[in-house]
């Protein structure tokens, strides 16, 4: 007979069943976390992202994905700093959709001491990513630029 092996989520940290320590060193104990089931205004994907990453001191751009009924599936984070950003493909985002089966995201840039309104090029590259999710059904449903003090969104209201 085969042996068993278990699977731990990369970002997430173990439970209290094992004596191990976190999966990763920037994993997040699943206990802080308040995570909602869905995701349907820009302010809950705000709190989401602000949750997720509050022991992050770089810029991060992380992906949220949900379902068809916007409920919250699963998250990556697909660059950390500003030069993985400004390289950011559509590729990254497309493989963790493939990954929960989502059928929604929303691009957070995750910024701990800048401005919050995205910079024309962000725009640029986040419509991009944006066409070519699309082109492969996955709808980018928003853009936010979030801080720890607050968020703008840059593509409220489209659908």
């Known amino acids: 007979m085969a042996p068993t092996t278990s699977l731990h989520s ?5 439970t209290g069943h094992s004596c191990r320590t976190a999966s990763h060193p920037d994993a997040v104990p699943e206990a802080g976390l308040n995570l909602p089931r869905r995701i349907d205004d820009p302010a809950s994907a705000a709190r989401v992202a602000r949750d997720l990453l509050r022991s992050r001191r770089e810029d991060v751009t992380l992906v949220l994905y949900m379902d068809d009924r916007h409920r919250f599936v699963g998250h990556a984070v697909v660059a950390v700093g500003w ?3 400004a390289r950011l493909s559509a590729h990254p985002v497309l ?3 493939q990954a929960c089966r989502a059928t929604g995201s929303i691009l957070v840039r995750y910024r701990r001491y800048a401005a919050l309104s995205a910079t024309e090029a962000e725009q640029a590259s986040f419509c991009a990513i944006a066409a070519a999710c699309g082109r492969h059904g996955l709808a980018v449903v928003d853009h936010l630029v979030v801080g720890p ?3 703008s969104s840059a593509w409220s209201g489209r659908s």
């Not at 990369?10 to 173990?14: D, E, G, N, P």
Request: proline share 0%; charged share 5%.
């Open 149 to 151: 003090g607050g968020f």
């Open 83 to 85: 030069v993985q950003a």
């Open 95 to 97: 493989l963790g959709a």
């Open 10 to 14: 990369f970002f997430r940290a173990l």
